[in-house]
């Protein structure tokens, strides 16, 4: 309601918070999912995507992971 279309359609991709970041934030989830012996498959994905990601765009806003999904897809998408 308020990302796509503020940060990601105008292309502007500065809501504050780095790929990076994220990736901090998953692999403390899921270090504590290990803990607990608890399996997190969908996480695990999603970690997969923010790695690749933050190999290329780690300093960049959270909101360039679209760019980042849509640029895997092959997908043209407003705001480049």
């Not at 309601?1 to 990736?23: C, H, M, R, W």
């Not at 901090?24 to 989830?29: F, G, V």
């Not at 504590?32 to 990601?53: F, G, H, P, Q, T």
């Not at 960049?60 to 092959?74: C, F, G, L, N, Y």
Request: proline share 2%; aromatic share 10%.
């Amino acid at each position: 309601e308020v990302k796509i279309p503020n940060y990601v359609l105008t292309g502007g991709y500065d809501a504050g918070f780095s790929i990076a970041q994220y990736v901090k934030d998953l692999k403390i989830a899921l270090d504590c999912a290990s803990d607990y012996e608890i399996s997190l498959n969908v996480l695990a994905e999603a970690e997969r995507v923010w790695v690749a990601a933050a190999a290329t765009h780690g300093e960049d806003d959270h909101t360039k992971i679209v760019a980042h999904i849509w640029d895997s897809m092959e997908v043209e998408f407003p705001g480049r």
